[in-house]
């Protein structure tokens, strides 16, 4: 059984900065896309950043040169790397996972304070 547990999550000021991780078990890590989402108070869930098994990563516009997505095989770990945050960072954050389906943690709170 696939299990993602996130961390990192907490209270930061305008332009400061902060690192998720997110660690899996019951997966062959090494050859799943693994990605981030994130969801705000009245909003729909949006993609944030996405890293292949083979290390290609995509991100959303909105976080583009200041969130990176990176992931470490043998600790089974994904991790997200937030700078420059602002208040519409705000939200609700998931990694996810695809083996076969996707599988989603469950989840950890960021707010940016401005």
């Known amino acids: 059984q696939v299990q993602l547990v996130e961390s990192g999550g907490g209270l930061v000021q305008t332009g400061g900065s902060l690192r998720l991780s997110c660690a899996a078990s019951g997966t062959r890590f090494n050859i799943n896309t693994l990605a981030w989402y994130r969801q705000a108070p009245g909003k729909q869930r949006e993609l944030v950043a996405t890293i292949s098994a083979l290390g290609v990563t995509n991100y959303a516009a909105s976080v583009k040169g200041r969130f990176a997505i990176s992931r470490e095989n043998a600790k089974n770990t994904i991790n997200l790397q937030m700078n420059s945050l602002k208040p519409e960072d705000t939200a609700v954050y998931y990694c996810?996972?695809?083996?076969?389906?996707?599988?989603w943690g469950q989840g950890t709170q960021v707010t940016v304070s401005s």
């Open positions: 996810t996972l695809l083996d076969g389906r996707t599988y």
